[in-house]
Structure formats: structure tokens, C-alpha cells
């Protein structure tokens, strides 16, 4: 790296003494304390000084049990290399790391106290000071200006409360990160009660901040010059079944619009995380739709194909969580994108006023709906947790229409996505207007628990277990005698109990066929 | 009633034509419709003309189905009088009559379609058309100005969505409600997206509206000159328990404020509705808090005194759910509530952006609550509604701290409002910050659901249920080996099932003890 490359990424004289290695800079963490990340998704994390510690702690040079608070999840640098170790000793507010899922689900000696929270409310709920103290703040930076503030990578998250609430903050300057990104941000500081106003978006295309993060120079303890990549995602690629949960939620808008109600090119929509979220936009693509506009909480790649092909007009998000490709891919064009996404606070990207404001259409994905319409998706059989709930219900509850997509089947057919009932709520009856599968579409709206049932068995399930949703739903109907909501305690399990003894949640499996 | 009376009350004069009887008004409904009231709660909902309705399908003279739509709950004029002629085919968002209670449940020959939804988004929901055609709105008036507009009785609910969604609109002029009621209303337009601006309501006390209800003059079919007296449902006496739970509630805030947390003297105030809700109001009145504020979606008869005591500044709601006594108190002394009291659409009371903005602190009632924090408010043994979700989950997920209250036993002991697993999910954990019961409270922010458990059932469960309560969660923690929420599948609704068997969730109670 040149001097004159470094001069013009840190910009602020007054910081360049503040410049160490990562290992100096990480034994500026002492052990008990929280440690509060930027980024969101892999995306926008910091990378150096995190590794650093968790060398210091492999090596057995130190000993540290910490908490770690981020936007979302952390890349391996984090969660895992954390994890690994067995350093957290409180997280939040989600994660999809394998070592660290692991440890939460009892893998940890030490344990470690998982709080999943709704993203929207990570940052204000820290303000209100109900996480307890953050003594230092690690925030990934593309550049620090003139004036020493800081210009953030591929997602933004919590960075700016993290920032305002800590005592001390560890900037990693990434000159691996383009530079180019500057300009690409919107961070405003959102006051709290009695002072708060309103939040003056009435669009998802408006700006409403500074394109960076302030900081107090002397609270700047470290600036960490770094050069280590990104680790995006691979997106699986598409399957039959993902194209086939896209062309029915393709097909549910255009009903929406034929009917005269809030349409995709009229209102926002937000898209989940993953590959069959990614199936959608691209399914999206294909369509009549024209002028779509994202208010979302990430951008995958598929929004770079809606803008690439004329059918998006812009998109708003806290985070890049492109693949390698879509990265590359952004990078390699980046002005031509530039205008066109908007990378905000998560605080405002999820903001119940927001989306209820802007009349967002949410796409959130499942991992199991009951007949009732309830929506599990985060903890597997009741008791895993897989990720977190992340923002889905930012979205579900505030949105102009939520809609909830899953696979009808998992584990080639063994599993029914359509339960009696749900092992875990996240997403309540009321919070599930639309629910799609591979197999078509059911609108749940102003339905009645028992009308829903209906409509959900019969366009949603998977043929192979209708029968037996049918059979819990009329027994459950006759022992209740017509109750709102029919059910029967010692059999709404019995799919899992199956699985559980099979290998098969089908009620004729005999054998454990796993 | 004299002329001079009516014409003080009527005093549209291009309306003086369409006054007619509540039976020849009644005659203009027709079967199959929609019918949308005005009100919340029992309060300010039409009397004649439902109960003419309800005659004249009592009497065989007429056969009637009918959709009804209301702010929340209606009195007996309405959801009782039209369910015990079996009258309702579709009926939202609440109800809290025995009559329509016993119909959703299976009472009904013909079968009730009801579907209980977040108060907030009913009138949001039915202009985005998911609910389908309106025809009539019925709407009970203080009085109507010289322009044709109406003057709102004791709540305002969904009135203003109703007009402007329904072709005819039949006005049942109240001379038993007080005109002094002209001047308390606050009604706001919301416009909907693309269109939407921000709500600009920065404080429970401002006014943004006008004080009457808007209604193009061709769209009044007939005006009903009614006095039927409002029947407001009697407050159980205060008793121990609610007492003990509302000391609970005022140390947790006490305990806020001495954090430097969020103050119940900055932050206003969303109390439910019903006895313990009250209790809650009448501990603050002998709490040190001054100059509290409500921003909620009913007036109790406690908000009156913590006025009268000078406690309380003013407060701000869509009802006026007073007891009797309630409201000859406020009606003897109307002018030293004026200003005090604002009356708002039951849209804006319960907006989650005027909610989470104001940083409202939120006091809602669990039906029962599980070890994790999970809440359900709505269904006994998970299959029979007893009122609906109401306008808990509007306030819940928004509010800046959420307090969900609940005796520790119901059925002199028989049953423990902690459970092991709740039967429906209505708040899911993320919902839920605090929880209190006469047995003390358990602040749940930041932690896991492990956490969670041992707080709950050392705080709040009963000491007679605390054994059990350990007893699961040991046991599901031990085979699920340290997962994130331990449950044992075939056990979580063992005290559900105990209840059935036995007549008590005590699993040491052998025989029905009932």
C-alpha cells in the first residue's frame, strides 16, 4: 500500500498516530465487556481486530469472555472465530454462524445467553439502556474524512449508535473495501423520546442524513489499517421448486393489482434473505412489473438484475449482502448504481413507521406455517435455534401486505413445512396475510382461523400431507365441538413426535427411514 | 324532546328531511351486506337501529346475514342482540359478548366467520380493500352541525374510515349523549401510500385533526333520533391480587426511573382494559409519579382520578370506557376534563408510528404466559376466544417498554397463568420486556430464553407452581441438552391436560376436584 493510497483513505492528520496493528488494537478489549460491531449480514463487519483477539485467546495469551452486539449476523471472523474459542458470553441480536448456532444450542462449556430481537428495535433498545453498557465500538471503514468521520463499507446496521454509545471506538480502515462507496450511505440519528420527531421519509428514495458516521476524534482509540476481504455468501442456485415459489408470489401481485389493491409498482417491496428471496426478485424480473422499488432490509444480487434490466428503479437497504459474483458485479459498474441504492441505518431500513408509512409489500421466509396461519421462523422442532427472527417481524407486523413463503416440503419429503401447529411462534395469525409455496397461494386475509385452515391445506400443502392435516383438522373440529380455533393438545405435535421416531413426519411411516 | 332541543342538535337544515324511525332505518339494510359501526368498546356504538334490525329478524319478519365491522367490541344492542338471532356471518375485529363469544365458538347454527385482528390496521385494512365492500355504516352522533357534519359520542373507533368506505350512512342522533361532547374528538384523515405523510402527532396532548366526523350530505340515507342510554360494563372491585400486581408494576417503573431509564413521568403511558388494568392506575395515583400522561387506546375510570388527584396532565385515547359512575363523574363535571381528554381515531390511538415515536410505555394483560416469555392474550386451551388480540399487539411490539400483567393463578389456584408452553402465541417472546404478576415482576430485556425461564417462574409463578414449573424445565433442559429453548414436545401442555383430566393444572391432583 502506497502512502499516497493511505492519504487518501485517512484523510483526518489528526488520527494518524492513532494508527497500530490489530493485535495492539484488540488488547484495548478487556475481558467481561461488550463489544459492538458495524455491519450487517457477513456484510461491513470487521474483520482484523476480531481475528486478532481470537488468535490472543487461542494462542492462550489471554482469557476473555465477552458480549458482542452487531447489526445482524457476523462472518466467520466473528461469530465463528468467537465461537470457536468460546469468548461470547452474550450475543445479539442474530446470527447464522454454524460454530456459534452450535455453541447456542449447548455446544458452549462456558454457555452462551442468545437474545434474538427484532433488528428494528437493536439500536434504540441499546439507547434506552436495556443491553447494559458498550465499552467498545469496532467499525469497518472505507475512508475517514477531513474532519474524521467515517465512511462505512457494505452495510451500515447499529454503526452510528454503537458509535455514540461507547467509550472507546476501534476503526479498521479496509482498504480491501472500495473507496468508491462514499456517497453510497444515508446515516441519520434518530432522536429518542420525549424529543423524537417524525422520520421525514415519505419515500424510499429520499435522503434524509449525512453520507457518514460521526464520531468524537478523541473517543477514536485505534485506527487499524486492514486489506482482508469480504466473505460473501454463495446464493444456492435456484432450484425448480424456489422459480416455482416465485411465479406464485409473482402471481398473488399481479392478482393484487388486477383487483385494484396496493400493487408492486406502486408501493415498495421488501425481500427476504436467501436463495428462494433471490428466486422471487429474479421471478420479478420476468414479469410485467415496471418501476420497482425496494424498501428492504438487504440488497441481493437479484435487485442488481432488476435495475440492470430497467424493470427497478432503485432500492434502499441497511445492507450489501451480494454474493462474490453480485459483488463483483457492483463493483465492477459501481456508478452506474450510484443514486439508485441506498444503504441506511437498520434502525430506519426495519422502522416500523417507515414501512407502515410507505405501504410495504413483505416477502419474509417461513421455516414452518401452522393451518392457523402462524409463522415459525427461527427455532427448529421448538427448541433449535436455527438463526433468529431477524427482521422479519419488523416487516410482517408493519407492512401494507405480509406475505410468508416456504417450501412446502424439506428433507426430500420427509418433513411437511404445513403443520397442525407451530413449535415456535414468531409470526402470529395476524401477522400472515399471504402464505405461498411451491404449490400455490392462500390469502389469509379477513379469514376466519377455520377458512384459513381450509385454504392453507388445500393450495399450500404438499399433496402427500393433506390427508393427514385434513384428518387432524376434521378430528380437531369434531373434539372441540367448533371452537375458534380447533385443536387437540396431545395430537398438534404429532407430526414432530413422528419425525422424531421415524425420520418422517408422514403419519404411516412405521419404520425410521432417516 | 322539544323542537328547540332537536334543532340544537340537528342543526343541518338540508337534513331535516331524511329523519325517520329506527325501523323504517333498519328496513334500508339488506341481507348479505356489511354493516360498519361506529364506537370502541361498548362506547359511542349505535343502539336504535340495531336493536330494530334485530327485531325484525326476531319477529320472522325479515331473514338477515350480515358482515359487522366495529372499532372493537360492541354492547348488547349489537354483537349480543344480532348474535342470539344468529344475524352474523362475518364479524371483526373484537367482541367481548357472551352471546357472540358462545356463537364463534360453536354456538352458532349458521356459523360465524371472526376474525379478531390488531385494532390499529382494521381501518388501514378495510380502504386497502381486504376485507371487501362496505354498504352501510351506522354511526351514533352527539349532533350535527349546520354543515352537515357529525359530532362524535363517547369513541371514536374506525367512524371515519366507515364513512368513507360505505354507500349509505345512517346517523342515529343520541340526545341521551351529552352535546358538551362536541369539542373532545380529535379526527384525522390518514391518507394512504403512495400518498402517506408522516403522522404529525410529537406529543399524546397535541391536536392534529378536526373535532367532527366528515360526510358528504347525499350519502346520509336517514337520520335516527335516538335516546338510548349507553350500558357501560361495571368494573369488578378492586381485590388483593390486583392491588399487589399494580405495587409490582409502580416499583418496576420506580425502578426505570431510578435506572435513568425511560421515565413514566417522560415516556406517556397505554393501559388496558379491564379491573387490574384500572388497580394499575389507582397505584400510580399513590405512586410519587407527577404529570403523567396516557396514550392509549381507552379511558378507564382510574385515568379520572389520577386527573382529579392532579397526578395526571391529560390523556389521549379512542375511548371513553367509563364505568357508570364513571360517566356521570365526568358528565357532572365535563369542562374540568375538557382539553384533558382527547378522543382520537382508533387508527391514530394505536399507530405503531405515533406509538413508537412517543416511547410509550405499555401495560397489557396476558391471559396466560409461558416460561420463555411468550404471551397468550386471546384463546383458552389454545382453542376457544374469549375477546380477541384487541389492540395489545399494536402496543406491545411498539412501545418502548412492554409490560404484560396477569394473576399468577386463576380458578382459586386451579389453574397457573404460567405454563410451561401457552396454547397460542399472541405476544411472541420478543414482545414481551416485562411481565408481572401478584408474586412480583421479571424484566426480561437482554436475556435468553433460558434466562428468562428462571426469572419467570422464581418472580412471577405462583410458589404452588413453582415446583412443576422447575420440574419441566429441568427435565426439557436435561433432553434437550442445552438447547435455546428447551421444550419437551410431549409435555409442554401437560398442565393443559392435567386441567381437563383433573380440574386443576396441579400434576400431584390425582381426581376432578372441580
Redesign the interface.
Known sequence: MSAMELSKRLRCAALKDRIMSAEEAALLIRDGETVAVSGFTPSGCPKAVPLALAEQVRSGARKLRLGLFSGASTGEELDTAWAEQDMIA?R?PYMTSKALRSA???GSPA????????LGMVA??AR?????PIRTAIIEAAAITEEGNLIPTTALGCSQTWIDLAEQVIVELNLRQPAELEGFHDVFRLA???A?????L??AAERIGVPYLTCPLEKIAAVVISDLPEKPRALAPEDEVSKQIARNIVSFLKNEKA????SAD??PLQSGVGSVANAVLLGLKDSDFEHLRFFSEVMQDGILDLIDAGKADMASATSLSLSEAGMERLLGNLEAYRGKLILRDSEISN???VI????VIAMNTAVEADIYG?VNSS?M?????YNG?GGS?DYA??S??SIFMTNSVAKNGKISSIVP?V??????E?DV?VLVTEQGWADL????P??RAERIIENCAHPDYRPQLRAYFED?CAA????????L??R??SF??QLKKTGSMRLDTETDSQ
Chains 1, 2 share one sequence.
Not at 452462551?112 to 430481537?117: N, P, R
Not at 422442532?381 to 435455534?385: E, L, Q
Not at 413449535?423 to 402470529?428: L, M, Q, R
Not at 372441540?480 to 385443536?487: D, F, K, S
Open positions: 452474550f445479539l447456542v444450542n449447548g454457555g452462551v445467553a442468545y437474545t434474538d430481537q427484532h434504540q433498545n434506552y439502556g436495556f443491553y447494559g429518542d423520546p420525549p423524537r420527531q417524525p422520520i421525514p415519505t419515500d383487483a385494484g389493491r396496493l406502486v408501493c422502522h416500523a413507521e407502515r408509512r410507505l405501504g402462524n427455532q422442532n421448538g427448541t433449535h435455534v427472527i417481524g407486523r408493519n401494507a401486505v401447529m413449535t415456535h411462534v414468531d409470526h402470529c395476524h396475510d386475509r379477513g379469514l376466519s377455520k377458512q380437531a372441540a365441538r367448533g371452537a375458534q380455533t380447533p385443536h393438545l396431545d398438534c405435535f414432530h413426535q
